[in-house]
């Protein structure tokens, strides 16, 4: 909880996109974590591909919750 990783964006979603960090551990970053404003779509702030610092905020039945927000490597 609270580390902050470099990962690349592998799957957008209408709620978020997920996040591999580490190698083979993927993330999901809800729209609401995306950034510090409201975000209308998740495409408009990260495309597949993009390379993001991500920080680990939760964990939600075994998946790993993340954020953007103040994520800073």
């Known amino acids: 909880m609270g580390k902050i ?3 690349k964006v592998v799957k ?3 709620f978020g996109a997920f996040v591999n ?3 083979k ?3 999901l970053v809800h729209i609401s974590e995306l950034a510090n404003k409201r975000v209308a779509k998740v495409g408009d ?11 680990v905020v939760g ?3 075994g998946k790993v919750k993340l ?3 103040q994520a800073s490597v």
Request: aromatic letters at 10%.
């Open 5 to 7: 990783y470099k990962g």
């Open 12 to 14: 957008i979603m209408e």
């Open 21 to 23: 960090f580490l190698g």
């Open 25 to 27: 551990q993927d993330g």
């Open 45 to 55: 702030v990260v495309k597949e591909g993009d390379e993001v610092s991500v920080k």
């Open 59 to 61: 964990f939600d039945r």
């Open 67 to 69: 954020s953007m927000k």
